[in-house]
């Protein structure tokens, strides 16, 4: 195993480190929330592979220790600040955006459960989940930046839990 890294090949994994982690952001970004609200055996695929062609393209065809270490410490540096950053209206923006309402007293709001890019049976099958069985049982519905669906029964949802919900008021 080498355990040499010059400046020069230290620069480039840093670099193709901070390339591959905006390019990522940029395609979950453009897959939506779907693709990290439900982890199925076709995402972990998915991400096995991902994970497999960015190790493959920051250490290059011939990675040394030092190397990956230093992929390592780039990619943990990345991603500490991005959430860090979450919370700012402009970062929230490029990285898809904060809470979503997406269901308020019983009805869905299909036009808000599209621009999260997820389907009602999505939505449906977060429902069932919660163990509830009517529509006419939720208060509010929240697409969370995670990809999550939380739910609340009505009555339970407050100015100050639904501070920063999209389409909340």
């Known amino acids: 195993m080498d355990y040499t890294l010059n400046w020069e090949e230290a620069a480039a994994v ?6 591959m982690y905006v ?3 940029a395609l979950i970004r453009l897959a939506g929330r779907r693709l990290v609200a439900a982890v199925s055996a076709y995402d972990l695929a998915l991400g096995l592979c991902l994970g497999s062609i960015m190790g493959r393209a920051i250490l290059g065809y011939t990675p040394s220790l030092p190397a990956g270490v230093l992929g390592l410490a780039t990619l943990f540096v990345l991603h500490t600040g991005t959430r860090q950053l979450l919370g700012s209206p402009r970062v929230d923006l490029l990285l898809g955006g904060g809470p979503v309402l997406v269901m308020k007293d019983g009805q869905v709001l299909s036009d808000a459960l599209r621009s999260a890019q997820l389907s009602e049976d999505d939505l449906r099958a977060a429902l069932r989940r919660a163990g509830i069985g009517s529509y006419a049982d939720v208060g509010v519905a929240i697409v969370e930046r995670t990809g999550t669906i939380s739910i609340l029964r009505p009555g339970q949802a407050t100015a100050d839990v639904l501070t920063g919900v999209d389409g909340w008021r």
């Open 23 to 25: 390019a990522v952001l």
């Open 14 to 19: 840093v670099l193709t480190a901070t390339g």
